[in-house]
């Protein structure tokens, strides 16, 4: 795998000091609400799982998955492969995303959610690509900007692959053949 990779943008610590900024943030503004954490799979599950163990207040968390993406490029099309296991009305929702890029995906599904009724929704994304944004969309809580590359590892994947590296790279341009 790391042949793969062309340099390392995010190391290991660096990664864990931002997660546990954003959870201190979240526990002192969520402090006395009903936080849900709404986590986007599959890219997201190591920053959600990261990002619940620093957050101090009591929280609870659920899973959707949509599909939104074929290789490096945004297809515009999101689908829901798996929906909430439960109602979010009384929650305050707060969605938990690995990265956002056009906005296209989290446009989707800010708007599905909304429409249920939740007491508050927000959007919470480790890694924000400004560059890439397509939708009218803003995240209320971001961990790291990044430029406009392809990056794998913590979670994100290239065609299902890297997810598993406990660092942030950026692929060689080769192997998507960019
Ligand atoms: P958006 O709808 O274009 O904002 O796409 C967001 C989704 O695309 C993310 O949840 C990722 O799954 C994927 N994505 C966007 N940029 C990257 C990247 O640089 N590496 C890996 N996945 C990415
Ligand atoms: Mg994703």
Do not use: W
Not at 78 to 83: F, N, R, S, T, Y
Not at 150 to 172: Q, S
């Amino acid at each position: 795998m790391t042949q793969d990779i062309e340099r390392v943008l995010f190391s290991p610590q660096q990664l864990h000091e931002t997660v546990h900024k954003l959870g201190e943030k979240i526990s002192a503004d969520y402090a006395g609400k009903n936080l849900l954490l709404v986590s986007v799979l599959k890219g997201a599950v190591v920053f959600m799982t990261d990002l619940m163990r620093e957050i101090t207040i009591p929280c609870s968390i659920d899973f959707m998955a949509v599909h939104s993406y074929s290789g490096t490029q945004s297809t515009g099309e999101v689908q829901i492969l798996k929906d909430l296991g439960m109602p979010i009305e009384g929650y305050d929702v707060l969605i938990v995303e690995d990265i956002l890029d056009s906005g296209r995906t989290l446009h989707y599904i800010m708007n599905l959610l909304r429409s249920r009724h939740p007491s508050s929704i927000r959007i919470c994304t480790l890694f924000d690509k400004p560059s890439g944004r397509k939708a009218d969309v803003t995240a209320d809580y971001v961990g790291m900007l990044v430029p406009d590359a392809f990056i794998v590892g913590y979670g994100l994947d290239y065609n299902e692959k890297y997810r598993n590296l406990p660092y942030i790279g950026v692929l060689k341009s080769e192997i998507y053949g960019g």
